[in-house]
Nanobody, 123 residues
Framework: VQLQASGGGLVQAGGSLRLSCAAS????????TGWFRQAPGKEREFVAG????????VYADSVKGRFTMSRDNPKNMVYLEMSSLRPEDTAVYYC?????????????????WGQGTQVTVSS
């Protein structure tokens, strides 16, 4: 499956952005998907994930209550709605997918990655 992330940009602290991830090339509904982010000098970290059977998203503690992940299988799309953004949310955001049964919180659990989209939150 191929993934294409978009929607990043520059926003002031407290603002909102919506990231999108378009999937193609396979039956997307069979893939567990995740959003990760990587700030300069830091490791790629888990942000949110939704399993292929969609029992509801799982979030990192740092974004819980501020970010909302959703997927639209018929459209082969995954979204990350981000609100109350903080400067520490600044990073390159990646969507990821794999045919795994559970939501992986480690980057190595995903085989397929989008190209990343930059999110910059100014203070």
């Amino acid at each position: 499956v191929q993934l294409q992330a978009s929607g990043g940009g520059l926003v002031q602290a407290g603002g909102s952005l919506r990231l999108s991830c378009a999937a193609s090339g396979d039956t997307f509904s069979r893939y567990t998907t995740g959003w990760f982010r990587q700030a300069p000098g830091k490791e790629r970290e888990f942000v949110a994930g939704v399993s292929w059977y969609d029992r509801g998203p799982v979030y990192a503690d740092s974004v819980k209550g501020r970010f909302t992940m959703s997927r639209d299988n018929p459209k082969n799309m995954v979204y990350l709605e981000m609100s109350s953004l903080r400067p520490e949310d600044t990073a390159v955001y990646y969507c990821a997918a794999n045919r795994i049964l559970v939501i992986g919180k480690v980057a190595s659990q995903y085989n397929y990655w989008g190209q990343g989209t930059q999110v910059t939150v100014s203070s």
